[in-house]
């Protein structure tokens, strides 16, 4: 027999509506909407904890790029400053994660889609994933931290569009600064990592010096 749960209207039309929402709530985790994760809306309640779990995904590289030569070519647009801010955190597409940094210029040394002192937004792959409850970093990829300054190769995320850029390459088009030295991220393969040109050419050495070189390339 089954049983029957007795219920004013108002409160079947709650129960509805309850169940509605968790509904599409669910539809919209598991479709990969687009939706902003941080500002406001529905998906708030998943907003990443203060100090979340961060686990590292396994990333594949098209094109690699040997020397800076190479990176100019598909970098428009080349700058040296700071990480400012973390505008937003969304997922797109089959549901990857996406985070928005957003760097300020102190130095433009190529291109003239930034000024000197303007900020500039950096899409990058990777970030809290409601799914998992956790930070997906990509390999060679750590998402960029505020107060973290960088040399950055970048071309749009849209060819028309240059209001969002990318790192070239990946890691390729991506030098932290330090002390006014540069460093890149390395492979941990041994054999990959003896074929990391870049690295081994300009890790450790002068942030002026790399500046000097992209400025003095045509």
Same mark, same amino acid.
């Given at each position: 027999?089954?049983?029957?749960?007795?219920?004013?209207?108002?409160?079947?039309?709650?129960?509805?509506? *309850?169940?509605?929402?968790?509904?599409?709530?669910?539809? #919209?985790?598991?479709?990969?909407?687009?939706?902003?994760?941080?500002?406001?809306?529905?998906?708030?309640?998943?907003?990443?904890?203060?100090?979340?779990?961060?686990?590292?995904?396994?990333?594949?590289?098209?094109?690699?790029?040997?020397? $800076? %030569?190479?990176? +100019?070519?598909?970098?428009?647009? #080349? $700058?040296?400053?700071?990480?400012?801010?973390?505008?937003?955190?969304?997922?797109?597409?089959?549901? #990857?994660?996406?985070?928005?940094? $957003?760097?300020? *210029?102190?130095?433009? +040394?190529?291109?003239?889609?930034?000024?000197?002192?303007?900020?500039?937004?950096?899409?990058? $792959?990777?970030?809290?994933?409601?799914?998992?409850?956790?930070?997906?970093?990509?390999?060679?990829?750590?998402?960029?931290?505020?107060?973290?300054?960088?040399? +950055?190769?970048?071309?749009?995320?849209?060819?028309?569009?240059?209001?969002?850029?990318? #790192?070239?390459?990946?890691?390729?088009?991506?030098?932290?600064?330090?002390?006014?030295?540069?460093?890149?991220?390395?492979?941990?393969?041994?054999? *990959?990592?003896?074929?990391?040109? +870049? %690295?081994?050419?300009?890790?450790?050495?002068?942030?002026? *010096?790399?500046?000097?070189?992209?400025?003095?390339?045509?």
């Amino acid at each position: 027999m089954r049983s029957r749960i007795a219920a004013s209207g108002s409160s079947r039309i709650r129960v509805i509506a *309850a169940l509605l929402g968790a509904l599409v709530i669910a539809s #919209v985790l598991w479709t990969g909407s687009s939706l902003r994760l941080f500002e406001g809306n529905t998906l708030n309640l998943f907003q990443s904890p203060a100090e979340p779990e961060r686990i590292v995904a396994e990333a594949t590289y098209g094109k690699r790029y040997d020397s $800076v %030569s190479e990176l +100019l070519e598909d970098s428009p647009l #080349v $700058v040296r400053g700071r990480i400012v801010r973390i505008s937003d955190n969304y997922l797109e597409g089959d549901g #990857v994660a996406f985070t928005n940094a $957003v760097l300020r *210029a102190d130095v433009v +040394l190529r291109g003239n889609y930034a000024a000197e002192g303007g900020d500039i937004l950096v899409r990058q $792959v990777g970030g809290f994933e409601p799914r998992i409850g956790k930070v997906v970093e990509m390999e060679l990829q750590p998402l960029m931290r505020v107060g973290d300054e960088y040399l +950055l190769f970048l071309h749009p995320v849209r060819r028309n569009e240059l209001d969002r850029w990318v #790192v070239t390459g990946g890691f390729s088009g991506r030098f932290k600064v330090e002390n006014g030295k540069v460093y890149r991220p390395t492979p941990e393969d041994p054999l *990959a990592r003896a074929r990391e040109t +870049l %690295s081994r050419d300009w890790n450790g050495k002068s942030v002026a *010096a790399i500046e000097s070189a992209i400025r003095s390339i045509p």
